[in-house]
């Protein structure tokens, strides 16, 4: 069973940066595809940025793509999403999320573990 449990999230002003942090315990995090996905108040979950462990390979949502760079460390276990430029609509609790499969996912049901998700406030 893998445990993920997101970090870095906060309050900011528009045009900020912040670096959330996901650190996974419990599986090879070097075998695990990982997924930040994003979900604002009233809003359905979205698809942030995804990278898998051959490569890696990384997929943006168009939103974010060049704003927002989704990395990992595989000797901390630790899987990162800078994000730059941070807009009003960037706020949400953002979650990661893992699974075994090599495919860049975008859609939540093809992950199999998550975490608790933390919260990021843009103010404009």
């Known amino acids: 069973q893998v445990q993920l449990v997101e970090s870095g999230g906060g309050a900011v002003q528009a045009g900020a940066s912040l670096r959330l942090s996901c650190a996974a315990s419990?599986?090879?995090?070097?075998?695990?595809?990982m997924g930040w996905f994003r979900q604002a108040p009233g809003k359905e979950r979205e698809f942030v940025a995804a990278?898998?462990?051959?490569?890696?390979?990384?997929y943006y949502a168009h939103s974010v793509k060049g704003r927002f760079t989704i990395s990992r460390d595989n000797t901390k276990n630790t899987v990162y999403l800078q994000m730059n430029s941070l807009k009003p609509e960037d706020t949400a609790v953002y979650t990661c999320?893992?699974?075994?499969?090599?495919?860049?996912?975008?859609?939540?049901?093809?992950?199999?573990?998550w975490g608790q998700g933390t919260q990021v406030t843009v103010s404009s």
């Open positions: 999320a893992a699974d075994w499969k090599l495919t860049l996912a975008t859609i939540g049901s093809d992950y199999k573990y």
């Open positions: 419990g599986g090879t995090f070097s075998r695990l595809t």
């Open positions: 990278i898998n462990w051959v490569g890696p390979r990384v």
